[in-house]
């Protein structure tokens, strides 16, 4: 058991904590007129809503819906602007969906106080009337820009974007899913249309960046980290965009040790963060603004969520 941890925390990188190549120290950003907000975020959790059992495996004794409840709570107690996001695939890959259908994990989101989350293909895994009827257990928006749900049963109940008041910050969250077609059976998405998202992007963060003046843009993507082909990933997508600081991605189950930044189209920075699945880590992202604007992304680390000694 303890080299199989170890060989995941290698994996992630040395440590519990991880921080990455652009950490400074908190003292260079003392002053009243800096504030900070604290991203916390997860992807892919597909219904682990227990530890993983201790039988010899890779992730034995990790992860799970309490400790991460308890970690979530620990770090918001330690700062006043927190967004609590999640990249989607919330549903399958354990009995508790099986059984439950998505309420459980619903209910224990909002327990844990989630401000939003994209939607996920597996989202779908019960088909679009299954997704709805587990909306009620829901205390955050589903957020997703490019899929039309028109004359389905999801009609009007996900939103575009929102935009999240936290102290004196204005941050813009929008979501972006991946095309369902080849990848959800036909009959269970049904007559959900997926829009190309690169210019649907663009339009709206132009929109929160511009008219509705937000200090920061986020993208809550189901596209994927990266791929050989030509299909749009996260990569891609932060490269084809503007007016985007950070897209938190999902999908392709890829442990990040630290984001990856990539140039835009306007040779800006964006920063791509994703922590692997099954809420075995919990992103932590902290960003300083000075001016309005983001001075500096601090801290960069990935928190392992634990339930073993070590």
């Not at 899929?147 to 969250?173: R, S, W």
């Not at 003046?213 to 996260?234: F, T």
Request: proline share 3%; net charge neutral; with cysteine.
């Amino acid at each position: 058991m303890m080299n199989e941890r170890r060989k995941f925390l290698k994996q992630l990188g040395a440590g519990a904590l991880l921080l990455g190549a652009n950490s400074f120290p908190l003292e260079a950003f003392a002053g009243d007129d800096t504030q900070k907000l604290t991203i916390l975020h997860t992807n892919d959790w597909h219904s682990r809503i227990d530890p993983f059992p201790m039988d010899g495996g890779k992730f034995q004794g990790l992860g799970g819906a309490a400790a991460r409840a308890s970690l979530i709570k620990k770090l918001r107690s330690a700062a006043d602007n927190v967004l609590l996001l999640d990249a989607g695939d919330i549903f399958q890959g354990t009995p508790y969906f099986n059984y439950f259908h998505g309420e459980l994990e619903m209910k224990l989101m909002s327990q844990m106080q989630y401000d939003a989350s994209a939607i996920g293909n597996h989202d779908f895994d019960n088909g679009v009337e299954g997704l709805a009827s587990q909306l009620p257990n829901a205390t955050f928006p589903l957020i997703v820009a490019n899929y039309d749900f028109t004359n389905t049963a999801m009609q009007g109940k996900t939103i575009p974007y929102k935009i999240f008041k936290k102290g004196k910050l204005k941050i813009g969250v929008f979501g972006i899913g991946i095309e369902l077609k080849g990848l959800v059976p036909d009959k269970l998405f049904g007559e959900t249309k997926y829009l190309e998202p690169i210019s649907i992007a663009n339009n709206i963060a132009a929109q929160l960046k511009n008219d509705y003046h937000c200090n920061m843009v986020i993208c809550l993507s189901h596209l994927g980290a990266k791929y050989e082909d030509k299909k749009i990933s996260d990569e891609v997508f932060a490269q084809s965009t503007k007016n985007i600081d950070l897209i938190i991605g999902g999908h392709t189950h890829t442990f990040f040790d630290s984001p990856i930044s990539y140039k835009n189209i306007d040779n800006k920075q964006v920063l791509v963060n994703q922590v692997g699945w099954a809420g075995l880590v919990l992103g932590k992202l902290d960003f300083y603004f000075k001016n309005k604007g983001i001075d500096k992304q601090a801290i960069s680390q990935q928190v392992i969520i634990s339930n073993s000694a070590s």
